[in-house]
């Protein structure tokens, strides 16, 4: 008369016993090793302390912009940083499992924006565009004045001869052109014809690998910009 009454949950199988065919056949004790070489180890270690110097920039970037850190403390720490961030990207391996920025960020699923910009300009961004309180204590009195002025004169022709004599390398032009930024930088904040150059052909540079070289119409290029950045800046002095 009456059936069965259908149960409103699903019964739990305590009866049930795994056969050996399921059992776990490894050590749940014994360490699991991420690499098998040691090769891998430090390849891993490399990607890992860019992952962290990256976050670590973010923060410092942040950190920057709410005026939570003396000016000096975030230049140095920002330009450790990334100098520590070009350091682990010179390994072949470390750069081939790297790709690119983009890729890294999106495969590890990284929101950084600022620390992105800041490794696209290569410069702390005291450097890039310095305080009038950073460029005052620079300066100084006048004989400082005429010394940064001629320093950075020297940066410019140095630059200049580099390019006449054919000098292509990313690592041996981004120095000189990281000099020329600096020096300019502590004497004026000042527009002047073709600045916004000099900036342009950093995160080019900066986008290059150490061995990569300009092509001649980029020299040339260069070249070109770089003697118009250099009459504009005598031109506001």
């Given amino acids: 008369m009456y059936g069965q009454r259908q149960l409103a949950y699903a019964p739990t199988p305590y009866s049930y016993t795994p056969t050996s065919n399921f059992s776990a056949s490894i050590n749940l004790d014994e360490e699991v090793k991420l690499s098998a070489t040691n090769a891998e180890r430090d390849l891993y270690e490399s990607l890992a302390e860019v992952y962290s110097i990256i976050i670590t920039l973010d923060a410092l970037e942040k950190a920057y912009l709410k005026d939570s850190i003396a000016e000096g403390d975030y230049t140095e720490t920002c330009s450790r940083l990334l100098k520590q961030y070009k350091s682990n990207l010179q390994g072949a391996d470390v750069a081939n499992a790297f790709v690119d920025l983009e890729t890294f960020k999106l495969e590890w699923e990284m929101e950084c924006p600022r620390a992105t910009e800041r490794i696209r300009v290569g410069l702390p961004a ?8 950073a460029k005052s204590s620079a300066a100084g009195s006048d004989n400082a004045n005429t010394g940064l002025v001629i320093k950075a004169t020297e940066e410019f022709i140095t630059l200049l001869d580099a390019i006449k004599i054919e000098i ?7 120095p000189i052109l990281v000099g020329v930024i600096e020096a300019v930088n502590s004497i004026t904040d000042r527009e002047f014809e073709n600045k916004g150059k000099i900036i342009q052909w950093l995160i080019t540079l900066n986008q290059m690998k150490a061995a990569d070289k300009l092509s001649d119409d980029q020299a040339r290029e260069f070249q070109f910009d770089m003697q118009q950045a250099y009459f504009g800046f005598k031109a506001i002095l």
């Fill in 126 to 133: 005291t450097v890039e565009a310095p305080t009038a309180k």
């Fill in 168 to 174: 292509r390398e990313k690592d041996m032009l981004h």
